[in-house]
């Protein structure tokens, strides 16, 4: 069966085949957008249960009642979990992606529109089996998003690890199996479906980092999902993988000669490639939109291409950094560490490029724009830590402290974030048929930035002074007492930039209906979605396939009428 | 396989695809490329269980090496079987394929069920996921097994049953049906394959589905990619049947 052949015809008038089950790469992609941002409220509703325990434990909320210790941990897992799965690796990838990856490549559809609706309803019901964990006798569970045995694997080893954890790692199950078939979907389309012309190097950079991230979910989830059937087995079967000879509360499981280290191997092969699945499509979005905004060509594209294959290889060869903690042998910490720090390189070419091409530019400071550079920022910020913590011998004082809280919140959850914004103000146009209000944009930007770095960068040093993470009630440690300031003032930083997302909110949904008309083109893009109607018909480009003649970042080329040149555009000039 | 078309609906508007390959053939090379680490995963904690607990038990005699020596020839049979199948669609001969198919599907069946008296055998000498008799101390024995070969046969299961809807398309429900009565009534209340048997009627709801909701005809490519995905089925047994059995197995001079 043939993509193209579905969708020769006009697409499905029902409401139910319209928007609920649709097979349409751009209802996907909203859904999952959507779904995403629903998740992210969650998240983000939890991380700000989380500050106020940490400042005030004893507070009564309303709604909520007093945070209790455990309450705490189980905040923490699901907050991590909700938002690295459902947020991270949802609206980047695969929101954004099944919108704008078809089109850019010129194609009408996925390759597999079945397979792609299936994939979002299965992520649909992860999300929903996850939300039941909160409903679960004993409530969610208390293990982490990393769910590391034995903690995880017994099912009496905390309040939550009953039905709570069975729900949190079948959720996880069934969202690698969404997973794998959205990555399988994406590769397909990318290898079999660009229009006459788009050769892989002539693919704008946000084409080639949904394709590799599609390449590392399609071979880490695979590894997850192994790992969370052995862990159910372990819950519910009494198989011990992951669990050795342990005593619990003077009591003698019956669990013998597993190992919790077999969890942590499984885990984090596929956790360290999920670092790169969440920031991935950002540095795509963030490529795209610094050569859209400074008007110029992308400086180094295929310098570009091959750092995004090389962080993505590397990306699989370094889970071990995550386990220096563990009892690693040091031979293998140090075959670890330098692999870790060699991605430092391509990172770096990356993020010189992306310099580059801002250098001597006449930047266009429209709110998309902004969003790239906090993301370039964020970037460097968050990342300039992490050779720190990638040699053993700064981790091991390092790990268990606040500094790696803050080390990953800012290159993963934040700078993966930015990309989102980035993306969700740039495409906004495209996808609604309106422009977002600019004023609004950019006073949530501004507040964002500067909240974000207000939160998470004295957590670096709150972990040098010794903060550990994972634990509640510092008010009652005393030699972490003159570090309560501190924590006070991230907390109130986390409070405003929690209400400045109001103003996404109240800008995204009233621009959706009372923004001002967009025109198909309004940053002067060059990329295939800016060629097209806006909002896309059903098959994309109505009826024909667009034919490419030109790399995607054709900016003030001299000679050209316009300062920039359409993909599409047959005249133009013969550049490269 | 480079001999086949690239059947774009609208030919000469899209680039030529990467690797010379339909969307389908590249859809099941990138699923057996993710099932891969699925089995990958699943060998290494065996392997690693293996490694960390010296005195792992070695229960598997002559008759059970035998009898694995003969699934093991069954399923090689049935790749040079779906081979021929293969080959026969190409060429356009539909009588052969279909026969070449069901010879494979044979195969298939009877791995499944001599697999499935082995698990019977081994569970009725006391081996469970959570222990076995020959090790107290070594746990992971029945668990890694049980994990390992349960994966592999719902794997030839599902592929018996996507075979058989290859061939034989409608006619094939009621077959099925009729296979999971069988299964279901046939095996003893308290045994794993009574409630195992459904997984039978599952993929007859499944196949059933995607044969009404999306009615065709089975071409040569769908044969092709069906046997992608057999002999990556084969092929994982040629990794568990030297680790789990011949590894398990005691030497006596």
């Not at chain 1, 945070?67 to 799965?85: A, K, N, S």
């Not at chain 1, 720090?341 to 770096?348: E, H, L, N, R, Y």
């Not at chain 1, 809280?405 to 974030?417: E, P, Y």
Request: proline letters at 6%; charged letters at 10%.
């Amino acid at each position: 069966m043939v993509a193209q052949d579905a969708h020769a015809h006009a697409g499905p008038q029902g409401f139910i085949r319209k928007y609920v089950f649709s097979l349409d790469h751009k209802v996907i992609g909203l859904q999952y957008y959507f779904l995403a941002l629903a998740a992210v409220f969650v998240g983000m509703f939890l991380s700000l249960l989380m500050r106020i325990h940490m400042i005030w434990p004893t507070a009564i909320l309303p709604l909520v009642g007093e945070i209790r210790p455990e309450t705490y941990l189980q905040l923490l897992t699901m907050h991590g979990t909700i938002m690295v799965f459902f947020v991270l690796t949802t609206a980047p990838q695969s929101g954004f992606g099944n919108y704008f990856l078809p089109i850019q490549i010129g194609a009408p559809d996925m390759a597999f529109p079945v397979l792609n609706m299936l994939s979002f309803w299965t992520t649909f019901v992860a999300f929903v089996v996850m939300l039941a964990a909160f409903f679960a006798v004993g409530g969610a569970p208390l293990h982490g998003w990393t769910g590391y045995a034995p903690l995880s694997a017994l099912t009496n080893s905390g309040p939550g690890e009953q039905l709570g954890a069975d729900l949190w790692i079948t959720s996880i199950a069934i969202f690698c199996i969404a997973s794998l078939m959205g990555a399988l979907n994406f590769i397909t389309t990318v290898l079999d479906l660009r229009a006459k012309g788009m050769t892989m190097m002539r693919m704008p950079l946000t084409c080639w980092a949904w394709l590799i991230t599609a390449i590392l979910g399609l071979l880490a989830f695979g590894v997850l999902l192994s790992a969370g059937i052995l862990l159910l087995l372990d819950r519910n079967l009494g198989t011990s993988f992951y669990v050795p000879l342990v005593v619990v509360n003077g009591q003698v499981m019956g669990h013998k000669g597993g190992s919790p280290l077999l969890w942590q191997h499984l885990f984090w092969f596929f956790g360290h490639p999920e670092v790169y699945i969440a920031i991935l499509p950002g540095m795509g979005v963030a490529s795209q939109l610094l050569s859209t905004f400074a008007r110029k060509p992308i400086f180094g594209y295929k310098a570009m291409v091959y750092a995004i294959m090389a962080i993505g290889i590397l990306g699989f060869v370094v889970w071990g950094h995550h386990m220096f903690m563990s009892g690693m042998s040091p031979y293998s910490a140090f075959a670890f560490s330098i692999m870790t720090m060699a991605i430092g390189v391509p990172s770096a070419i990356k993020t010189f490029n992306w310099l580059g091409t801002l250098y001597k530019a006449k930047i266009r400071f429209q709110t998309p724009m902004l969003y790239a550079i906090g993301f370039v920022s964020l970037f460097v910020s968050g990342g300039l830590s992490g050779p720190f913590l990638a040699q053993p011998v700064l981790d091991i004082p390092l790990h268990d402290t606040a500094f790696v809280v803050g080390h990953f919140h800012l290159i993963m959850g934040v700078a993966a974030i930015f990309g989102m914004f980035a993306g969700t103000y740039y495409w906004f146009p495209k996808m609604f048929g309106r422009m977002m209000n600019e004023s609004l944009g950019r006073i949530h930007f501004v507040f964002t930035l500067i909240g974000t770095y207000c939160i998470f960068m004295p957590m670096h040093y709150l972990g040098m002074a010794g903060q550990p993470r994972r634990y509640s009630q510092f008010t009652e440690v005393a030699y972490l007492q003159h570090l309560m300031p501190l924590n006070r003032f991230i907390t109130y930083a986390a409070f405003v930039t929690i209400a400045a997302q109001v103003i996404f909110v109240i800008n995204l949904f009233w621009s959706m209906f009372k923004g001002p008309k967009a025109s198909d083109n309004p940053w002067e893009s060059t990329t295939l979605e800016w060629t097209t109607a806006t909002p896309p018909p059903h098959d994309n480009f109505a009826g024909h396939t667009p034919v490419v003649y030109h790399g995607p970042y054709e900016y003030s080329v001299p000679g050209a009428a316009k300062d920039y040149v359409m993909q599409t555009d047959p005249a133009g000039v013969t550049a490269h | 396989m480079s001999d086949m078309a690239v059947p774009h609906g609208m030919a000469g508007e899209f680039e030529p695809s990467l690797f010379g390959a339909y969307s389908k053939k590249i859809g099941m090379w990138l699923f057996l490329l993710s099932d891969t680490l699925t089995f990958g995963a699943l060998l290494f904690a065996y392997s690693y269980g293996r490694i960390s607990n010296p005195d792992w038990p070695t229960p598997f005699h002559k008759e059970s090496i035998i009898n694995a020596t003969i699934m093991t020839g069954c399923l090689l049979s049935s790749s040079l079987t779906m081979v021929l199948g293969v080959l026969a669609a190409r060429r356009g001969d539909r009588s052969w394929t279909r026969n070449w198919i069901l010879f494979t599907m044979f195969f298939g069946v009877a791995f499944i069920v001599l697999h499935g008296m082995e698990w019977t055998k081994l569970i009725a000498e006391g081996m469970t996921p959570s222990k076995n008799p020959w090790s107290s101390t070594v746990q992971q024995f029945g668990g890694t097994f049980f994990t390992l070969t349960g994966m592999h046969m719902m794997h030839v299961t599902i592929g018996v049953i996507y075979l058989g809807v290859v061939a034989l398309r409608k006619k094939f429900l009621p077959i099925l049906l009729i296979c999971w009565l069988a299964a279901w009534l046939g095996t003893p209340a308290d045994s794993v394959f009574h409630v195992g048997a459904h997984v039978i009627l599952i993929g007859a709801i499944v196949a059933a589905m995607i044969m009404f909701l999306k009615p065709k005809d089975y071409d040569a490519h769908d044969v092709e990619i069906a046997g992608l995905y057999w002999h990556f089925v084969d092929l994982v047994w040629m990794f568990i049947f030297p680790l789990v059995y011949l590894m398990s197995t005691r030497i006596t001079g």
